[in-house]
DNA sequence: GCAATCGTCAACCGCGAGGTTGAATATGCA
DNA sequence: TGCATATTCAACCTCGCGGTTGACGATTGC
């Protein structure tokens, strides 16, 4: 239990896999597209992606030629549980959290 | 603000660093408390404490030859807000967390 | 003033994370 | 069959993390 914690907590610290993970909230995607975005060669994209599936964060389907990058928002729940314990999370201000996400796209290199 | 969330994530992904934290939660600590159940020297906690201290998560007074450690739980609200954007968080079960917290205390060595 | 206590600093070590490049593998298409 | 596309593998490099030990600085109490 505590490994997979450290799993998630360390995959979603840093800051290319968690705009990663804001991408494929929108859609899934090839791993392709995922890393065209960024400033980094495909393969270290690929081992972001693999940090993020063995976190259990994503998961992985290959169709054809292409494979299929999925967010499993699941496996955030029991570090979301965790941190949840610490009680001041205010209630949710979606706006706050939308112009949040747009500037993880965008500092995401 | 991508550079908190770092900070943040990469502080929670250590689960000395988060036993340490529940700790917290019950009451303020002295550094040599906070490392007393700890099996490594009391300079490995004290950095554990300064990771803690600039991702924001606690603050450190010194109150004679004594420095308490507190509790800053507000700091987790960022990270915790960009975790709920995925949506699927459960509603919270104490009892579930508070035997993930102890086992968290249990583990922490 | 001096010794004891509390905590950090500094230097060091080993290891794994995050990146690169180039070759290998898997699949689709002509 | 053979070439192009999609993705991973393997080897390598560098850097920072998590730990150690020993010296040092701050504070208290006798």
Same mark, same amino acid.
């Given at each position: 239990m505590t490994d997979r914690l450290d799993a998630v907590f360390a995959a979603l610290a840093d800051p290319t896999r968690r705009a990663i993970l804001a991408m494929l909230l929108e859609d899934d995607m090839a791993v392709t597209d995922v890393a065209?975005? *960024?400033? +980094?060669s495909l393969a270290a994209i690929s081992k972001h992606l693999a940090v993020l599936s063995e976190a259990g964060l994503i998961s992985r389907e290959r169709r054809g030629r292409v494979i299929w990058c999925k967010l !499993? /928002? !699941?496996? +955030?729940r029991e570090a979301s549980v965790w941190m949840r314990a *610490?009680?001041?999370?205010? /209630?949710?201000d979606l706006d706050a959290f939308e112009r949040f996400l747009e500037q993880e796209l965008a500092e995401g290199d």
């Open positions: 065209e975005p *960024f400033a +980094m !499993e /928002p !699941e496996a +955030m *610490f009680g001041q999370v205010d /209630p949710l």
